[in-house]
């Protein structure tokens, strides 16, 4: 027969792995989480840069769609980030004005854009001869406050897109 002190350590230990495995289920989603289903989910949609083709040398603009896929409304505004891989390299050598994001609710979709001229939010992308890798960011984290938005999921805030920028006729 067990002693009393066993069954108090056995019924800890159950305890204890009762709740490692509910939080195991809750974060792969098969429970489900009230936090999680009532947040905003933001994602990028419709990358395009017009004209098309892009030719070095001559004014273009970067357009995008930003949505909000979750359940629930933003309570506030937020920033959208345009990256560009200058040289195919990797890395992301140019970067856009962010972009004010307004609170958008569930369902809802706004447009940014950014131009290499204009009175647009602007980006400082003189294109050369080539592939280039252009990266959109929703939801950007920032110090501001006023701009940060809690989300259901933040690992599909960005969406990526190839541009081919030929010679300039």
Known sequence: MLSRRTHITIIVILTLLLAA??????GKGLLGSATSASLPDYVVEEIRVLPSPVQAGNPYTIHAVVRNLGAAGATRGSYVQVSIDADNDGD????????????????????????????????????QVGMHRIRICAAIPTEDADFQVQEA?????????????LTKE
């Open 92 to 127: 992301w050598d140019t970067l856009g004005i962010p972009v004010i994001l307004a609170a958008l609710p569930a369902g809802a979709s706004q447009e940014v854009r950014w131009e290499n001229g204009g009175e647009t939010p602007q980006v400082d992308w003189q294109p």
């Open 153 to 165: 999921d933040t690992l599909n805030n960005c969406s990526e897109t190839t541009v081919t920028v």
């Open 21 to 26: 495995a509910l939080a195991v289920a809750r």
